[in-house]
Nanobody, 120 residues
Framework: QVHIVESGGGLVQAGGSLRLSCTAS????????MGWYRQAPGKQRELVATISGDGSTHYGDSVKGRFTISKDNAKTIVSLQMNSLKPEDTADYYC??????????????WGPGTLVTVSS
């Protein structure tokens, strides 16, 4: 089994900052790709940021220059530093990890989500 746990969501005023963290544990051999996605009420889930095993990153257009994704391989943690938050950043944020399990099977797992609310 693989467990994905997100933390760090909450309520913040516009212009403020939050840091989300995601921890992956269980029968994981390697994590090749990790990322954050978000879904606002009534909207489709969208990409926020991803980071690959080699450290390369990719950001959604709406968060470029404001959000930074990072990872700690030793602790299988991926974090998302969110600065200059806007009310439109309000959403449930989900962590996604992709890799390989101890049984040699492909892993593609999602966390339960953490709510970020940005007040104007």
């Amino acid at each position: 089994q693989v467990h994905i746990v997100e933390s760090g969501g909450g309520l913040v005023q516009a212009g403020g900052s939050l840091r989300l963290s995601c921890t992956a544990s269980g029968n994981i051999v390697s994590l090749d790709h990790m990322g954050w996605y978000r879904q606002a009420p009534g909207k489709q889930r969208e990409l926020v940021a991803t980071i690959s095993g080699d450290g390369s990153t990719h950001y959604g257009d709406s968060v470029k220059g404001r959000f930074t994704i990072s990872k700690d391989n030793a602790k299988t943690i991926v974090s998302l530093q969110m600065n200059s938050l806007k009310p439109e950043d309000t959403a449930d944020y989900y962590c996604n990890v992709q890799g390989t399990t101890v049984w040699g099977m492909a892993l593609d797992a999602w966390g339960p989500g953490t709510l970020v609310t940005v007040s104007s």
